[in-house]
């Protein structure tokens, strides 16, 4: 199984991008899809997570509502909405995928799979 994140950019404050995760190999059906970030001499940190098969979506505190996660009509993408950018949200952004879990977890190591990473940069 191989993830492709795609859709980051430079974008000016108050913009908005949107993020693309794609799994080749196999479907997202029974499984959990996060989005992580690393910003510029920052820790990892959790964004949004999305539960394949029930559509329920998980965020972190700071995204508030600026970004929305969301199954792709293909059966293998989930997407990243995010609107409202601020320069703090400059980061590299991953997506992580794991099979075969009941509670989604918010923590990278309880995922299995990662793309590659997306970088987004916002300016002020």
């Known amino acids: 199984v191989q993830l492709q994140a795609s859709g980051g950019g430079l974008v000016q404050a108050g913009g908005s991008l949107r993020l693309s995760c794609a799994a080749s190999g196999r479907a997202f059906s029974s499984g959990a899809v996060g989005w992580f970030r690393q910003g510029p001499g920052k820790e990892g940190e959790f964004v949004a997570a999305?539960?394949?098969?029930?559509?329920?979506?998980y965020y972190a505190d700071f995204v508030n509502v600026r970004s929305t996660i969301s199954r792709g009509n293909a059966g293998n993408t989930v997407t990243l909405q995010m609107n409202s950018l601020k320069p703090e949200d400059t980061a590299v952004y991953y997506c992580?995928?794991?099979?075969?879990?009941?509670?989604?977890?918010?923590?990278?190591?309880?995922?299995?799979?990662w793309g590659q990473g997306t970088q987004v940069t916002v300016s002020s």
């Open positions: 999305i539960k394949w098969s029930t559509g329920t979506t």
């Open positions: 992580a995928a794991r099979w075969g879990i009941a509670v989604v977890p918010n923590s990278p190591d309880r995922y299995d799979y």
